[in-house]
């Protein structure tokens, strides 16, 4: 059994996580903090968790765990990871604080300096399905945003394949769990509900990702248009992407290009209808793509706590500790 | 034209009169009030009324208005109030601040004591379809509860005509937007979306609002459990309430006291299924009542904002200002 | 007072032609007409129409209306429509027969032959901001569709203006009412709930509709992929247009285009965030644009049943029968 | 391994039935039927199965099963079974036609004649936490309704401790997935979206069958008042059960009443705010009660399609195959 730890297990990715992880057959929840409930069981706070993690809150980690989450808002992870990596654990970090290798772009996006230069350097984008033998190897890995999770999928074997151009659309549609606990004005129900709303149109924080990630994987520079919704659901992503042929290109051979990709992969499947229902509740991610004309349409669904944050984390955290990568994340969507 | 002023322009009961009220063939919105929004158009920060309310917010109402609204919240309410009435302006107080005419009952439901007396035993309960006599003689009227509403529109009837015991359960169940405008963590989407949240059970404050009303135009001593929910939606309630017959009473019967109760009313209709679909959006309730042994279960729908605050405070508005009662309220629900 | 008659009462256009016309200042509902429902009372089916609509529903319309609207499906359509104009009543189709002017457009997008080529040639498309002086002087309305309506008061001003190329990719989303009241497995609730459903990529009938109309006002040829998706809410439609600059343009440039546009338009409104709840119930249409680089992101927003339908028509017949352009329509959309 | 089929694959609960057992540890999905989808592959039609159940729908079952799951609707099942247990096969039957254990209550409450009086009579209703030791010794069993699962779970207890009067009112709301994937006006999106529709009141099958089993275990005749509302939710049924203490109970004797019922159960639990999202996805269901005066307020929360159906069935047939009674549902509900 390995041990590991959660910082932050109040928050919406820190309690999908112990969901996740309490029926694991090969990892063990040693410990997880919170400032405000500290002293209290989880299960009380969160009662769904009842008979699964009755362990108590605590202000701080044990040592010796084999691997912690770092489940903190953007900004405050990069406190926690170096003295985590100093005393020899690894860390997944579920913020945003190790995904733009660049501390440059980090204040563009972030608004504040990034003050761990050199653990951000050496961080690895913890999508395994286009960086498995890097997570394999590192001891920090950023888990990836919800957004980009889906884009990116969706996307990345049109550009690997070299048929598409680099500048990318993406009409992007999230239920409103991706927001976090905290209550806000634009995920207040009255306002939210029975509507759709776009907001930080060309201005998300996961559009540099996005385009980072893709750059890196296509070798080209990709110029990504970013446009999310707020969708009337509590959980789930569709991300409807369109980009532009540069080749002759039939459905066909738009079927071959994501057989390639991910006709090995146990999470990832290319379908004719991707849709949330689908994937909701799991760790699977759901991709298709049509060719109209010179244009390609396609779509990435996934559950926004599952594959675009904590069921992802735990698929790396397995890949990061020699588990089998399916363990504790083995199980279908929804359906209905 | 009649003058009339809104104090608290901002929340959604003070845009919902705007909404009904700069549409009115006799009713002129001379101003709103509002501390944060002060010397911004109302038409900007609520974009839905451009070209309807293109007035500015302002701190204070000019005197020579000829009827207030008061859209506070509880306990600040009767702070504006004396003074309002003082300088020989009618009042409507959206707030539940003058519903229950006792002070001592005031403190027990509220959690502090009501500084207004004399004003509070003056007001009028405004539900027109049971008190419009004395709501036409009143200065100031205390506008109903939205639950409140639903539940004595759909239970009065049964009181009158003497055919149920006193003992009433009630299972409301509200959209969201009755719970205001302001954030909280019950009304956060991640939170009550695909749910109903029951709260406040049998400690709601239209549970003592609802007795002491049935109480009054029954002259039975009413014994009301209330037990609200929240839905997942954003405007109408649905009252289901469970009451014992103490006659045998057929549903012939239960049709003709309907009836003969509501069968002149322009807002009030006895209906087979009463939906809240069918009253969205407009002034209207719908009730219904079968019985089933020795009970019989009524159902009240309305919107909430409309006939259950903001529709129906103009309704009384009317009626004090000796206007046509249906005076700007004259539109259907939504249906679809 | 003019008289009118509608022919299919009893669908979702048919039941809104009614809530909007049943307090129109200047039109009275003479005769609706239902198979299935012939020698009902409209409001026995349809309650949210009590005491508004009590006339029954009847095989066929009398003579000497001022004018018809024709809420059949498609295909029907065009079999009621040379009668009505041969007798000399006014015309305005709820379906899609007079949309396309072109036989061969119109099968091959229907999937049959049109019968009444001649009528499809004077058809004029009821878009009161683009086409106004020609619904003035037509007796045949083709009302537009809903998709449609959004997405040209979206797009049109930049093309209009020619500062866009003529590609444009819309990714629009839609309520459920979009699709009528017969049931089907998509808007089958535990289908369509909790998700967003993409539909008939790139082979939607409002496509060429809306290639056809930005052709006509722009003089360009408008080449349109259009990607629609089902949205779990009832009402409303968000258009999301994306358009690539052909010349330096600012989003002060943005807003004097659109300004000069609709800037006199009692319907449509150049705003800063475009939203469904601000138009809903309303025959408003809120417009908004923003530049990012090369691209322009334009958003539309209305009530798919108000301005996407119903509403848009009885603003046709306003112009068309000489009355006041906004009689009946005038109410600002719900706000909250 | 056990080897088991399910008859009617392509309906909800058959396809909630292979979602849970295809990653349980112990049982091997061997057949699943559909008479429109023979053929095809499972993970074909419902693409959420992919990688899990890929086997193809056949038109009939092999010999030798160990257990059968009929998942055809009322009046199909009763055709099927008598084979089966004649072939020694357990069976599980999904529908209402093994609940009632009369034919006289079946035929009034189903509408026909029940054609299998003698198994009818064998069979055991499938609730664990009441009649695990009769389920273990028999070979049919009749799994419970939704709502009855939800009104059961919440009521039985106090019943059992003899604290509450027979006179039982229940107020229960249900997801749209509850009425099966058949399209219908109901539960057409546009008509039970943003609403609350009370259906069937006073005549809905499960009121029988909750009377039935509170009297079976109480041995008391209940007098079930029952009040079904669809939700606009697509999974989770809330029930809310109004009953009268006929002594003098605290809310400390109502925990130790429920502690003792349930403390040791592994799928229900007693907590302060039951809630359909904390258990949503899983075999869960949480049950709270208050007491108001002479009143108690009793909630129970379920997912209807896993403890209000195919979880139920599940936790069934581990206990019929003498497997571990939590194998394959041992999973915490969703949380958010």
């Not at 750059?215 to 569709?238: A, E, Q, Y």
């Not at 991707?274 to 390609?296: D, E, L, Y």
């Not at 984390?313 to 397995?318: D, G, I, L």
Request: aromatic fraction near 6%.
């Amino acid at each position: 059994m390995k041990k590991i730890g959660i910082i932050g297990g109040t928050g919406y990715t820190g309690g999908e996580l112990a969901r996740i992880l309490c029926v694991h057959p090969d990892i063990e929840i040693t410990a997880m903090t919170s400032r405000q409930s500290a002293g209290k069981k989880v299960s009380d706070t969160q009662t769904y968790l009842k008979g699964y993690v009755d362990i108590e809150y605590t202000n701080s980690l044990p040592n010796e765990l084999d691997l912690v989450f770092v489940a903190t808002p953007h900004g405050v992870a990069m406190n926690e990871v170096p003295a985590l990596l100093g005393s020899g654990t690894k860390v997944i970090d579920m913020s945003g604080d190790y995904r733009l290798h660049d501390t440059s772009a980090y204040k563009k996006w972030y608004g504040h300096d990034h003050t761990d230069a050199k653990n951000l350097k050496d961080s690895v984008y913890g999508l395994p399905e286009l960086f498995r033998s890097e997570i394999k190897k590192t001891n920090i890995v950023a888990n990836p945003g919800c957004y980009a999770t889906a884009t990116i999928l969706a996307t990345a074997p049109l550009l690997i394949a070299d048929v598409v151009k680099e500048e990318i659309t993406v009409d992007a549609k999230s239920g409103t769990s991706g927001a976090g606990m905290v209550p806000s004005p634009r995920i207040h129900h009255p306002f939210c509900g029975e509507s759709i709303i776009p907001y930080s149109v060309g201005s998300h924080r996961h559009q540099p990702e996005i385009e980072y990630v893709l750059n890196t994987v296509s070798k080209k520079c990709s110029d990504v248009l970013f446009v999310p919704h707020l969708l009337p659901i509590v959980r789930g992503i569709l991300s409807t992407c369109y980009l532009t042929l540069k080749k002759d290109v039939t459905n066909e051979d738009i079927t071959k290009i994501y057989n390639k990709q991910y006709g090995k992969e146990p999470f990832v499947h290319f379908v004719d209808e991707p849709s949330i229902r689908s994937v909701v509740c799991s760790n699977h991610c759901q991709v298709g793509a049509s060719v109209f004309n010179k244009k390609v349409v396609a779509f990435g669904a996934i559950d926004n706590l599952v594959k675009g944050a904590s069921g992802q984390a735990v698929q790396c955290a397995n890949i990061m500790l020699g588990l089998k990568e399916t363990a504790g994340l083995n199980v279908p969507g929804m359906g209905v």
